[in-house]
């Protein structure tokens, strides 16, 4: 048998273990729309650190930082930087989000938005910018399928065809099982990436150069610059590592997904405990680097940096090896993807398409609308992809920049009761639009400093004059009146 | 909603000077700590010193999110 075909028989064998399993919790339970988005709000601490795990360590980790460590060099480094803070982050916001979730019965970030600010239409532009901002981070893990299958087949599969064939079987993964079915689709993935990294991270430094001290002895002799920021690039220096740090760390839970795993979790105890643990689980993290690194000196010279890891796992190992790895990021990309378009849809028909265009819309209209949206999300991302060219990493920044400018919202919302409507929408305006307006001039970084970073520092200035000027409507979650319980059952779903 | 109390945002505060606004002290490759350039070193190091800082910052605000909780019981009864 021929590598490529050793190869992509274990990715698929991977691919569809993990699928099963998925398919397979469906039956366990009945659900209808609450239970398919949110769970049924019953998940305990596992299931909760698996689900929160296999949402964050995606196709990103395990192809994009292994891709920038080798292309762009220490601006690396600010994965690892915002890691801790993140759930720093959400250690403060997280458990007021899930009081608040649990109060008024919210299951999307634009409920937060409608219940805490009584405005549809803010509700509405929080949704539109998730869902835009969905589009890229979705592309990221179609680019991802699609460079496994490339380097499995050993380039014999063109990247185009396979982006549409493994999302087919996203979509069809995403119809039959929604989020419980990911959990444990998750859980199957979660150990298969433990394992590749850590071996990958270990073996391949050892291979060629007897351990991963002597491989950073050797950098450190033969590119030395590599090693410290601005490694390769010219401008990603210390204000665009203090700035990008920033701008990950307190946007990171304003993605739509992430902050709704909040409404998951059984209380806000088991969200303060999992902010303290989750940092240790990027502990593997690393490793992905230390790869990117040790490709730098053994294959100098890719096209694109992001094939480094897997190239040199097909360099170093036999073929039935690179189809556990590459099975591995496979099911990582389709649980992460999976989890993306189930956001991105509801998002869409709840809180987008419903307030907005047909109000009198019954819930079982909702969720086909929701079924219709994961197959437009997943073509749009598809046929992006396929025209883009950006790295991964830097297409997980653009993201970023539009999803931060939600925080100011949040974060005021939660903990002031000075904060306006009218200022939240101002400011989330004025971010969206300066963070637009540097990305589409090719401006970022803007003066060494993340675009997206000085786009939300105006937000919060053009929330914070803008709030002073205008009269409170809501002052917080405890005035919040009419929450959305009361105008679901209005209209006979019985969803208490 | 109950704001975080002091000395719990403080706790918070360190992994942000030490791992952010740090940089231009620590981001060097020399000296070399467990073959690690200085800054990846120095950056693992607080994957495991954060959550002590944060596990500080839990002992801090779990006893008055247990307050909270049982105060908001006492109201509905």
């Given at each position: 048998?021929?590598?490529?075909?050793?190869?992509?028989a274990?990715?698929?064998?991977?691919?569809?273990?993990?699928?099963?399993?998925?398919?397979?919790?469906?039956?366990h339970?009945?659900?209808?729309?609450?239970?398919?988005?949110?769970?049924?709000?019953?998940?305990?601490?596992?299931?909760?650190?698996?689900?929160?795990?296999?949402?964050?360590?995606?196709?990103f980790?395990?192809?994009?930082?292994?891709?920038?460590?080798?292309?762009?060099?220490?601006?690396?480094?600010?994965?690892?930087?915002?890691?801790?803070l993140?759930?720093?982050?959400?250690?403060?916001?997280?458990?007021?989000?899930?009081?608040?979730?649990?109060?008024?019965?919210?299951?999307?970030?634009?409920?937060?938005?409608?219940?805490?600010?009584?405005?549809?239409?803010?509700?509405?532009?929080?949704?539109?910018?998730?869902?835009?901002?969905?589009i890229?981070?979705?592309?990221?893990?179609?680019?991802?399928?699609?460079?496994?299958?490339?380097?499995?087949?050993?380039?014999?599969?063109?990247?185009?065809?396979?982006?549409?064939?493994?999302?087919?079987?996203?979509?069809?993964?995403?119809?039959?099982?929604?989020?419980?079915?990911?959990?444990?689709?998750?859980?199957?993935?979660?150990?298969?990436?433990?394992?590749?990294?850590?071996?990958?991270?270990?073996?391949?430094?050892?291979?060629?150069?007897?351990g991963?001290?002597?491989?950073?002895?050797?950098?450190?002799?033969?590119?030395?610059?590599?090693?410290?920021?601005?490694?390769?690039?010219?401008?990603?220096?210390?204000?665009?590592?203090?700035?990008?740090?920033?701008?990950?760390?307190?946007?990171?839970?304003?993605w739509?997904?992430?902050?709704a795993?909040?409404?998951?979790?059984?209380?806000?105890?088991?969200?303060?405990?999992?902010a303290?643990?989750?940092?240790?689980?990027?502990?593997?993290?690393?490793?992905?680097?230390?790869?990117?690194?040790?490709?730098?000196?053994?294959?100098?010279?890719?096209?694109?940096?992001?094939?480094s890891?897997?190239?040199?796992?097909?360099?170093?190992?036999?073929?039935?090896?690179?189809?556990?790895?590459?099975?591995?990021?496979?099911?990582?990309?389709?649980?992460?993807?999976?989890?993306?378009?189930?956001?991105?849809?509801?998002?869409?028909?709840?809180?987008?398409?419903?307030?907005?265009?047909?109000?009198?819309?019954?819930?079982?209209q909702?969720e086909?609308?929701?079924?219709?949206?994961?197959?437009?999300?997943?073509?749009?991302?598809?046929?992006?992809?396929?025209?883009?060219?950006l790295?991964?990493?830097?297409?997980?920044?653009?993201g970023?920049?539009?999803?931060?400018?939600?925080?100011?919202?949040?974060?005021?919302?939660?903990?002031?009761?000075?904060?306006?409507?009218?200022?939240?929408?101002?400011?989330?305006?004025?971010?969206?639009?300066?963070?637009?307006?540097?990305m589409?001039?090719?401006?970022?970084?803007?003066?060494?400093?993340?675009?997206?970073?000085?786009?939300?520092?105006?937000?919060?200035?053009?929330?914070?004059?803008?709030?002073?000027?205008?009269?409170?409507?809501?002052?917080?979650?405890?005035?919040?009146?009419?929450?959305?319980?009361?105008?679901?059952?209005?209209?006979?779903?019985?969803?208490? | 909603?109950?704001?975080?109390?002091?000395?719990?945002?403080?706790?918070g505060?360190?992994?942000?000077?030490?791992?952010?606004?740090?940089?231009?002290?620590?981001?060097?490759v020399?000296?070399?700590?467990f073959?690690?350039?200085?800054?990846?070193?120095?950056?693992?190091?607080?994957?495991?010193?954060?959550?002590?800082c944060?596990?500080?910052?839990?002992?801090?605000?779990?006893?008055?999110?247990?307050?909270?909780?049982?105060?908001?019981?006492?109201?509905?009864?």
């Amino acid at each position: 048998m021929s590598p490529s075909i050793v190869a992509l028989a274990i990715i698929s064998a991977i691919v569809a273990v993990g699928s099963f399993v998925g398919f397979l919790a469906r039956f366990h339970h009945t659900m209808d729309l609450e239970q398919w988005t949110v769970g049924g709000r019953g998940f305990g601490l596992v299931l909760v650190w698996l689900l929160t795990a296999g949402e964050i360590y995606t196709t990103f980790t395990f192809l994009g930082a292994s891709g920038w460590a080798y292309s762009r060099g220490a601006p690396v480094l600010y994965i690892l930087g915002y890691m801790p803070l993140m759930y720093v982050v959400s250690f403060y916001i997280l458990p007021p989000i899930w009081e608040a979730g649990r109060r008024h019965r919210l299951q999307t970030q634009a409920d937060f938005f409608q219940v805490r600010y009584g405005s549809t239409l803010l509700a509405a532009l929080v949704a539109l910018v998730g869902v835009v901002c969905l589009i890229p981070y979705l592309q990221i893990q179609i680019t991802g399928l699609g460079i496994i299958v490339e380097i499995a087949s050993y380039g014999a599969i063109h990247r185009t065809p396979a982006m549409f064939i493994a999302f087919a079987i996203v979509a069809a993964f995403v119809f039959v099982s929604g989020v419980r079915g990911v959990a444990w689709a998750s859980i199957v993935k979660d150990v298969l990436l433990l394992f590749a990294a850590v071996f990958v991270g270990f073996a391949v430094p050892h291979l060629y150069f007897g351990g991963i001290g002597p491989m950073f002895a050797a950098l450190a002799r033969e590119r030395p610059a590599h090693l410290v920021m601005p490694g390769a690039t010219k401008d990603l220096g210390h204000a665009w590592y203090i700035s990008s740090v920033m701008l990950t760390s307190l946007g990171c839970y304003m993605w739509p997904q992430f902050f709704a795993a909040g409404f998951t979790a059984k209380s806000g105890r088991i969200l303060r405990r999992n902010a303290v643990l989750m940092p240790l689980y990027g502990l593997t993290m690393p490793l992905m680097f230390i790869v990117g690194y040790c490709a730098v000196l053994v294959l100098p010279g890719l096209s694109n940096g992001d094939l480094s890891l897997l190239t040199l796992v097909r360099k170093s190992f036999p073929a039935w090896f690179l189809g556990m790895v590459g099975g591995a990021g496979a099911l990582t990309a389709m649980v992460a993807a999976a989890i993306q378009l189930l956001t991105g849809a509801m998002l869409y028909a709840k809180n987008l398409f419903r307030p907005i265009f047909a109000p009198r819309m019954t819930e079982p209209q909702v969720e086909t609308l929701a079924r219709i949206m994961v197959l437009v999300l997943t073509l749009g991302a598809v046929l992006s992809s396929v025209y883009s060219s950006l790295s991964l990493v830097s297409l997980l920044l653009v993201g970023y920049a539009g999803v931060a400018q939600i925080f100011p919202g949040v974060v005021l919302g939660l903990f002031s009761r000075r904060v306006t409507t009218a200022g939240v929408f101002a400011g989330l305006a004025a971010g969206l639009a300066l963070a637009a307006f540097l990305m589409l001039r090719g401006q970022d970084p803007y003066r060494g400093l993340n675009a997206g970073f000085i786009a939300l520092c105006l937000n919060f200035a053009v929330t914070g004059v803008v709030s002073l000027l205008t009269p409170v409507r809501v002052a917080g979650f405890d005035e919040a009146a009419p929450s959305l319980a009361a105008s679901q059952s209005s209209n006979g779903t019985g969803l208490n | 909603m109950k704001r975080p109390s002091l000395g719990a945002i403080l706790l918070g505060l360190i992994p942000f000077v030490a791992t952010c606004f740090s940089v231009s002290l620590w981001d060097r490759v020399y000296p070399m700590v467990f073959g690690l350039p200085f800054n990846f070193f120095w950056l693992i190091a607080w994957l495991l010193l954060g959550p002590l800082c944060m596990w500080g910052a839990y002992r801090l605000e779990e006893p008055r999110a247990r307050d909270a909780g049982r105060e908001e019981e006492g109201r509905r009864q």
